[in-house]
């Protein structure tokens, strides 16, 4: 299988994605498609390199690097070994507009109003019991930079059970948890920033939803009010391309509870009927549909011949 994953070097990748200062960017694929980019190699080099430095330099959470290189060190990565870069998605099955935000693979996608690209940025969600919601369609309600924080009373309570007693109103500035740039989605949730290095492709939040603080930045810039925002939780994405090849992407789906987080068992997936259909097509390879749902790579794979 990891020869059917394997795509070209960097600067065939630059043909069909790009990054900008902060996302990576695709142009949108032809009509009928929902394939977009290409994946990549990537050599670790000397020194002490974290998995975090190089998920960000590639615009990744933990989690996206994770699932596509199965027993690396979550910390810090042999040098020499070589990391597979999982640039190539399938869109979420769902309206290409405004923001969407699919906890399942942690990524958020942008697709900007009048312009044929899509931008993908990874993210941090939720915590178990506190999670990031889902199948919910709201808007960018109000934008605010240096934002403040003010705990609720479930956070607050939270934090004294760990001997950490919160202000009432935490201050702007680069120590709020908030970082330094805030979208606000409703009364209870926000899409911002962080004042952390660590935690991007992670559950880690208390409901919100984190970027590293050149992401925040750029969509605080570039995302209007009033833009479309949609919640999704999607780890099974699936797509049959013009070309007739059919391609299925497999994430490991979010635990329910903290028994089944702490559980060195996988949680179990589940399938829409649509799912159901596209799976059962007579040109499925079983063998390679066994192991995608065994392995759950998050990254799309061709299940015909």
Known sequence: MMNSLRTTLIAATAMVLSFSSAAVEYRLPAKGSNLVGENQYYVVPEGKLTLEQIASKFQLGLTNLLEANPGVDPFLPKAGSTL????QLILP???R????????????????KGKDIVEVLP???GQIGKDTPEKWVTTIQR????????????IRKS???????????????ADNPMGLFALYVGNLYAIHGTNATFGIGLRVSSGCVRLRDEDIEHLFNTVPVGTRVEFINQPIKATEEPDGNRYLEVHQPLSRTQAEFDSTEPVALSFDKETTRFV????????????L????????????P
């Open 123 to 125: 993210i941090g969600i």
């Open 159 to 173: 934090y004294e059970a760990k001997g950490v007693t919160l202000p009432a109103v935490w201050p702007a500035g």
């Open 280 to 291: 059962a097509h007579p040109q499925t390879d079983s063998f390679i549909l066994k192991r």
């Open 93 to 95: 099955n769902t309206k």
């Open 293 to 304: 749902l065994e392995q759950r790579t998050g990254m799309p794979t061709r299940i015909n």
């Open 97 to 112: 507009e405004g923001v969407v935000i699919n906890s399942a693979e942690m990524r958020l996608y942008y697709f900007p």
């Open 84 to 87: 597979l870069i999982p640039h």
């Open 143 to 154: 934008k605010r930079a240096n934002p403040t924080w003010t705990p609720t009373a479930n």
